[in-house]
């Protein structure tokens, strides 16, 4: 989102170079906080960005990932070829935590991508009874959602509450 939001920044200021957006996934950008609610629960079938980036001369390369940067050199280094630049924004976002032993488990899922959030689509229109591990924003937010969608919600947090990286303790404590 940052990079998208930087990139019709350059345009709203009067940028008149090439500015393009590479992205690892393959769909049109789009904004995440309306995977943990709407598009899970099948309320919205994305949260694409409403922007035209064809007339604002911005072009997407969907679907690369960025291996490598090389400062010296003024390239990224892209299964698809290097790609020059003259000024690097680099929003790459977070990648989310993984429980050591975890990766390929029946039933263990990541909330991170659109994909990953149809993927649990069915998972919630099941009912499954559901253990999330972490309460940040989005862990907070898929609890909230699985209860909605009707799923019996465990949520297992290191800290003693809710959104403790986020919030003061007298707002995250009740």
């Known amino acids: 989102m940052a990079g998208v939001q930087t990139a019709v920044a350059l345009r709203e200021r009067g940028c008149t170079g090439t500015v393009t957006v590479i992205g690892a996934e393959p769909h049109q950008p789009y ?3 309306p995977l943990s609610k709407a598009v899970l629960l099948g309320k919205a079938e994305g949260s694409a960005f409403d922007i035209d980036f ?5 072009e997407l390369r969907l679907g690369v ?12 280094d892209t299964a698809a070829g290097p790609v020059g630049y003259d000024s ?3 929003a790459t ?3 989310p935590m993984r429980l050591p032993g975890s990766d390929g488990v029946p039933g263990v899922h990541l909330l991170r991508t659109l994909d990953d959030a149809e993927r649990l689509r069915p998972v919630l229109a099941e009912r499954h009874a559901v253990v999330v591990v ?5 862990g907070a937010e898929f609890a909230t959602a699985a209860r909605d969608a009707g799923c019996a919600v465990t949520v297992v947090e290191a800290s003693g ?3 403790a990286g986020a919030l003061p ?3 995250a404590a009740p």
């Open 31 to 33: 904004d995440r906080p």
């Open 134 to 138: 972490g309460a940040g924003w989005i």
């Open 88 to 90: 690097l924004v680099l």
């Open 65 to 76: 990932e960025v291996t490598g940067v090389r400062p010296a050199d003024h390239e990224l």
């Open 169 to 171: 303790a007298e707002v």
């Open 93 to 95: 976002g977070a990648e």
């Open 54 to 58: 064809e007339a604002l001369g911005i």
């Open 161 to 163: 509450r809710p959104l």
